[in-house]
């Protein structure tokens, strides 16, 4: 498809092999993550937090926690996407608050909006909450992958990890949350043997089915 951003979506591939020598500059490192905080979420209530690990010991052991996967360490900078924990009436008042101030109206006319949200948390478990913070998070991941590719960043998504000692780890800095999914961005090695592998899709006929 003769198509920019499809072009640059094509150029993407999940690195395993970051060149440890190139640094996102800071304004690269800026629109990574103004993409991920412009992502949408589910009443637009922002339920997470993007850790961004420079310090190299925290990120050693990090590695550690990650099965010794390289792009902990070496690409440019590790970024930890966090859900919120115990999402409730305090955190839901600090966003209408935020909304009132933002758009300038009343909290009184923010009444309604608050109230469907408080009954939607009531019913969920916390675990539930959880798994509804999570797919939110994904979606952030999406929109900082695209914005990488778009602006010839490299990227690699992670699960593989261990969160719960990356949570240890990370303790002070993260208190209330909880890391769900890892993005490390920087540049690719040139001896990156996945570079050169053909990208592998199923084809339209099996992914897309018009109805
Ligand atoms: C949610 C998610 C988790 C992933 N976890 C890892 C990981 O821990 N380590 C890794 O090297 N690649 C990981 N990947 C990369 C995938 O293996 C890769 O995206 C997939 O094979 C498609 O290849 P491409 O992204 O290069 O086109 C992950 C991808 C996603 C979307």
Redesign the pocket.
């Known amino acids: 498809m003769n198509n920019e951003y499809i072009k640059k979506i094509t150029w993407?591939?999940?690195v395993?092999k970051f060149d440890p020598s190139k640094k996102l500059s800071d304004e690269q490192l800026s629109l990574v993550l103004e993409a991920g905080r412009l992502a949408p979420s589910s009443f637009g209530l922002q339920a997470w937090k993007i850790a961004v690990i420079k310090d190299p010991e925290i990120r050693k052991k990090l590695k550690d926690a990650?099965f010794g996967?390289t792009?902990v360490t070496d690409a440019s900078h590790l970024l930890v996407l966090c859900i919120r924990k115990n999402i409730g009436e305090q955190f839901v008042d600090h966003y209408i608050n935020t909304i009132a101030k933002e758009r300038g109206v009343n909290i009184s006319s923010l009444s309604g909006f608050k109230e469907g949200m408080l009954n939607s948390f009531l019913q969920k478990t916390e675990e539930e909450k959880d798994e509804w913070s999570t797919r939110q998070v994904?979606i952030m991941?999406g929109f900082i992958l695209s914005a990488c590719a778009e602006n010839g960043i490299d990227a690699?998504?992670?699960?593989?990890?261990d969160p719960k000692k990356f949570d240890e780890i990370l303790k002070l800095k993260l208190d209330g949350f909880e890391s769900r999914?890892?993005c490390a961005v920087g540049f690719r090695s040139e001896n990156d043997e996945?570079e050169k592998m053909k990208?592998?899709r199923f084809p339209k006929e099996e992914i897309i089915t018009e109805i």
């Not at 690699?156 to 990890?161: A, R, S, V, Y």
């Open positions: 993407r591939y999940a395993k990650a996967q792009q994904y991941l690699c998504p992670m699960e593989g990890f999914v890892l996945f990208k592998v």
